[in-house]
């Protein structure tokens, strides 16, 4: 079993940088992809950005060249650093992972609340 938890949220002005850190615990070797998803209230999930074991990144049109996704394996931790925020990121963040071994095995934190808001 994997365990997901974030950290970093907060409240922040628009223009503002917030940098999220999702840290894995457990059966830790079994990480796959790991990525970064928001749900903002009335509204569906939708994915931010993922990053693979190797690094290769994808990013959702709204965020590309404002949002970078990294990870540290050594850590076991994946990060979202968000820059030039605006109203329409306020949502809560939540960390994904997927099973390396068995993809149909998805696991998923508790999510972090990011508001911006002047």
């Known amino acids: 079993q994997v365990q997901l938890v974030e950290s970093g949220g907060g409240l922040v002005q628009p223009g503002g940088s917030l940098t999220l850190s999702c840290a894995a615990s457990?059966?830790?070797?079994?990480?796959?992809?790991m990525a970064w998803y928001r749900q903002a209230p009335g509204k569906q999930r939708e994915l931010v950005a993922d990053?693979?074991?190797?690094?290769?990144?994808n990013y959702a049109d709204s965020v590309k060249g404002r949002f970078t996704i990294s990870r540290d394996n050594t850590k076991n931790t994946v990060y979202l650093q968000m820059s030039s925020l605006k109203p329409e990121d306020t949502a809560v963040y939540l960390c994904y992972a997927v099973n390396r071994l068995n993809t149909r095995i998805a696991y998923w934190g508790q999510g972090t609340q990011v508001t911006v808001s002047s």
């Open positions: 990053i693979t074991r190797g690094g290769t990144t």
């Open positions: 457990g059966i830790i070797f079994n990480i796959g992809e």
